[in-house]
């Protein structure tokens, strides 16, 4: 009876707060559009300006029986960067220093014959505007993307030198200057060497100098062979095997659903919670309501459930937004409603703590707000990021606040992600516990 | 019977001794005044008798069937709430049986009727400490206590507010009540409860403590009889 009668006075109260509760509506809204729109389109390129001085005509080059077309190369670039075409370097000049492209990348006319003489390291020129962070930008989109560029050509020009080490071995045609020249090759030029020792009398001296000469051969015919595989693996030297372990791998963008509902629940369930009660403080009636008409269990209760379940269905409708951008699994609704109640409840925990301690609604924001922001800058440091004993201490602080374990619950919810649910329910329930204790305490 | 009974009251708040074995009767239409210098634990002797504050030691009797109504000094009401929705709110939260009744009963009473569905944050100081008062008799109470209750009010504001409570005492309510003003205390007072550092140093009428002086003027004998006694 008394709950249900406090519940209406401050569902009453919020409703008269017009910005709180515009607050509380257009908030979810907002960073349910945001965030969908920003996992939904892909992220912007920079603008670079782009001068291609190789003539049209020799865009292709012969290297050996393979053709290299230089414009696949550039197709490369151009998924890092967005291109802005220029006709000379003194327009991609003047286009990096007004600002119009953040930098300008050259590709000089002297680069197919560089890559056709296999002597000479072919480049490109990437000029920048000064700015740090522009330059660490395409800096990394154009040196990622010439890095898989690298590896194509490398690819194609084991093959050229595959072709050589073979015509070596076997013999074959050679093709060279318009002319065709029959290669004999080191396994032919052995046998001819064998069949003319064995014409020769067994005391003849010339039979040790050729047995030296195909002796040699044989040794060459050996070790080429190897230098294939070498070449091959100096093509591509180390190749990535993927395994994931403690289960299944949660995509980053079904991850940063998790994080942006847990950030709004923690937000609106501490905000509320801390404010609720320190507003029965502001206004003198918590006297009133402790001379025996609400106990003080009832009244921490009170609060905290109704912050909960604020939080929990503002989280449902973020959910629900993001939903229409990120494919999310419906059959799993079930569970997301306990994980966010029991996130919500933890947080309201920890709100009630706050506002059984400060005096009015100001400080209790401020104090809600001092206190969040930091867990959740600290449960999302990644291991590894930071040295083991900081990381030890992080892990330390993020299980005695809610935001870590919250997170959790809604992304295994959500995701089906490890830990499971009910290790994050279990530890959410032990926080529930210990901040109701301490907000019981304070309200002594 | 008396409506209420405090026998050898005392709080401690750690070493600190707040209120040491105050015992007094109070009767039905009886006012009290319980006055002190500052600190001398005034508000916590109402607190206690409001169940606000556990009492360390001693002992509350109440008269059977009917409560206790308390006034804080400072309005304790839910200023986003109409005075309506303040007065039904809290007595369902006392338990009245018909919680509707008993708010409109309370509007006639206190002349707030024609206010009854504005906010209290958009009322006079007056009248806020009307709807804080009217709380405190919501659950028409045997006993009304109220800590400085006319602080805040100017001259005529205090004359209706002390209007409608003798009103209640007319009808069989007994009041206590904290105050500074020694003129308020023997105006409306019947008894006099004197404290000094949490200590009960006289019980009974002002015409009995300015006798004890041999002062007629009561504000003067109540600052000579503390001076005795070292205050």
């Not at chain 1, 077309?69 to 967005?82: C, D, K, M, P, V």
């Not at chain 1, 809604?410 to 529930?432: E, K, M, R, T, Y």
């Not at chain 2, 000094?73 to 709430?81: F, H, I, R």
Request: glycine residues 8%; neutral net charge; contains cysteine.
């Amino acid at each position: 009876m008394a709950l249900r009668a406090l519940i209406g006075k401050d569902l009453r109260i919020l409703r008269r707060s017009p910005v709180l509760v515009a607050l509380l509506v257009v908030y979810p809204v907002a960073i349910a559009v945001l965030i969908g729109l920003a996992l939904s389109s892909s992220p912007a390129l920079p603008r670079v300006a782009f001068l291609n001085e190789i003539p049209p005509s020799q865009a292709t080059i012969k290297l050996g029986s393979e053709t290299i077309n230089t414009t696949r190369y550039e197709r490369e670039l151009f998924q890092a960067i967005q291109p802005v075409a220029v006709t000379s370097e003194a327009q991609a000049l003047a286009d990096v220093r007004d600002g119009s492209t953040i930098a300008a990348l050259i590709i000089p006319p002297q680069l197919p014959e560089q890559l056709a003489s296999a002597a000479q390291t072919a480049y490109v020129r990437v000029i920048y505007n000064g700015n740090a962070l522009n330059q660490s930008l395409v800096e990394t989109a154009i040196e990622s993307k010439l890095a898989q560029a690298n590896a194509l050509l490398a690819s194609q020009l084991s093959r050229v030198a595959d072709s050589y080490i073979d015509l070596l071995l076997t013999g074959g045609s050679l093709h060279f200057l318009g002319s065709t020249y029959d290669v004999l090759g080191l396994v032919r030029a052995r046998s001819e060497l064998a069949a003319i020792a064995a014409t020769l009398p067994p005391s003849s001296p010339l039979r040790s100098r050729i047995a030296k000469v195909e002796n040699f051969a044989q040794i060459a015919v050996s070790h080429l062979g190897g230098s294939k595989r070498v070449i091959g693996a100096v093509a591509a030297p180390i190749a990535v095997h993927q395994r994931v372990l403690n289960g299944r791998r949660t995509p980053l963008d079904s991850y940063a659903v998790a994080v942006a509902v847990a950030v709004s629940l923690m937000f609106v369930c501490i905000l509320l919670a801390s404010g609720l009660l320190a507003l029965e403080r502001e206004e003198n009636t918590l006297e009133r309501l402790r001379r025996g008409l609400v106990g003080p269990g009832a009244l921490l209760c009170e609060k905290a459930l109704l912050a909960a379940l604020l939080g929990a269905a503002v989280a449902f409708a973020m959910l629900a937004g993001i939903s229409l951008f990120v494919p999310v699994t419906w059959s799993r609704v079930a569970l997301w409603l306990v994980a966010v109640l029991a996130g919500g409840l933890a947080f309201a925990a920890l709100g009630v703590a706050i506002g059984a301690l400060v005096r009015d609604v100001r400080a209790a924001s401020l104090l809600a707000l001092l206190v969040s922001l930091p867990l959740v800058f600290l449960a999302l440091v990644p291991s590894g990021a930071v040295s083991t004993s900081l990381f030890e201490a992080i892990r330390v602080i993020s299980a005695i606040f809610p935001f870590k374990p919250a997170l959790e619950a809604i992304d295994a919810a959500v995701n089906s992600s490890q830990p499971s649910l009910g290790i994050a329910l279990a530890h959410l329930a032990a926080l529930i516990a210990a901040f109701g204790g301490v907000a019981r305490l304070a309200l002594r | 019977m008396a409506n209420l009974e405090a026998r050898a009251l005392s709080k401690r708040f750690g070493e600190r001794v707040a209120v040491r074995d105050v015992s007094f009767e109070l009767d039905a239409g009886e006012v009290l005044a319980i006055i002190g210098p500052n600190g001398a634990g005034k508000t916590t002797l109402l607190s206690m008798l409001a169940g606000g504050l556990e009492p360390s030691s001693g002992s509350l009797e109440l008269a059977p069937g009917r409560g206790i109504g308390w006034v804080p000094q400072q309005t304790a009401v839910y200023s986003k709430l109409s005075v309506l929705e303040n007065l039904r709110l809290f007595a369902r939260l006392e338990r009245v049986a018909d919680a509707d009744a008993a708010a409109n009963r309370m509007l006639e009473q206190t002349g707030l009727a024609d206010r009854a569905n504005d906010e209290v944050g958009s009322l006079s100081g007056g009248n806020r400490q009307r709807v804080n008062i009217a709380i405190g008799l919501v659950s028409d109470p045997a006993v009304l206590l109220l800590d400085e209750p006319t602080s805040a009010l100017d001259p005529r504001q205090r004359a209706r507010l002390w209007e409608f409570i003798g009103a209640r005492v007319g009808s069989g309510t007994s009041v206590a009540f904290t105050t500074h003003d020694i003129a308020e205390a023997e105006r409306y007072a019947g008894q006099l409860l004197v404290l000094a550092d949490g200590e009960m140093l006289f019980a009974g009428s002002p015409a009995e403590l300015g006798a004890a002086e041999h002062e007629t003027d009561l504000e003067r004998a109540f600052v000579a009889f503390l001076a005795e006694r070292g205050h």
